[in-house]
């Protein structure tokens, strides 16, 4: 069993930050990647940012030089600070896992319930 506990979303003025939040816990043995996406309704959910355990980054275009992907490999927690936020960034954010389950040594994603982010003009 794994948990995901995402927080951070919130209102936020255009031109503001925001940091995300995403917790990891239970039966990881390994983490391979976590990563951020977002969905905004009716739209599909498009990949914003994702770190690897080498420490591999990479960002969507709309986001590269605002966003920034970190982690917390002892919390196994993964962070988006979000800056310059515009209103085409609101959208509800999700954390994906991809990991190790300890008990079987098989590899899994894993999403979390989403945080949403709405920026206001």
């Known amino acids: 069993q794994v948990q995901l506990v995402e927080s951070g979303g919130g209102l936020v003025q255009a031109g503001g930050s925001r940091q995300l939040s995403c917790a990891a816990s239970?039966?990881?043995?390994?983490?391979?990647?976590m990563r951020w996406y977002r969905q905004t309704s009716g739209n599909q959910r498009e990949l914003v940012a994702a770190?690897?355990?080498?420490?591999?980054?990479n960002y969507a275009d709309s986001v590269k030089g605002r966003f920034t992907i970190s982690r917390d490999n002892a919390k196994n927690t993964v962070y988006l600070q979000m800056n310059s936020l515009k209103r085409e960034d609101t959208a509800r954010y999700y954390c994906?896992?991809?990991?190790?389950?300890?008990?079987?040594?098989?590899?899994?994603?894993?999403w979390g319930q989403g945080t949403a982010v709405t920026v206001s003009s």
């Open positions: 994906q896992l991809s990991y190790t389950d300890s008990s079987d040594h098989l590899f899994y994603d894993y």
């Open positions: 239970g039966s990881i043995f390994s983490i391979n990647a």
């Open positions: 770190i690897t355990s080498d420490g591999s980054i």
